[in-house]
């Protein structure tokens, strides 16, 4: 079982960038795959972006590809999400997530995801 923390969440203008950072208190994420979710007010919770295991696969919400970047260091005890071009409307809770299994097909989905952080507030000005 894993814990995720995230932090690095804020205040940012728009078109700025954010790194948002998730460790996992007193372990590793060495037998996880990783995703990235956000919930702004009044919303559901939405796929962000996910890696694999070993890092060689990384997928991303149509919203966000190409501005947001999501990679774990080679030691598997922390995973990014740099965040640039930020627009008013990526403004949410930003909740790091873990799962085991098979990492092609349920990426996407906050269902297949076991271990959840507390969430870290991102709010991009106008």
């Known amino acids: 079982q894993v814990q995720p923390v995230e932090s690095g969440g804020g205040l940012v203008q728009a078109g700025g960038s954010l790194t948002l950072s998730c460790t996992a208190s007193?372990?590793?994420?060495?037998?996880?795959?990783m995703g990235w979710f956000r919930q702004a007010p009044g919303k559901g919770r939405e796929f962000v972006a996910a890696i694999s295991l070993s890092g060689g696969r990384t997928d991303y919400a149509e919203s966000v590809e190409g501005r947001f970047t999501i990679s774990r260091d080679s030691a598997k005890i922390t995973v990014y999400l740099q965040m640039n071009s930020l627009k008013p409307e990526d403004t949410a809770v930003y909740y790091c997530?873990?799962?085991?299994?098979?990492?092609?097909?349920?990426?996407?989905?906050?269902?297949?995801?076991?271990?959840w952080g507390q969430g870290t507030q991102v709010t991009v000005s106008s």
């Open positions: 997530a873990a799962r085991v299994g098979t990492y092609i097909g349920r990426y996407y989905s906050d269902l297949a995801y076991s271990y």
């Open positions: 007193g372990r590793t994420f060495s037998s996880y795959h």
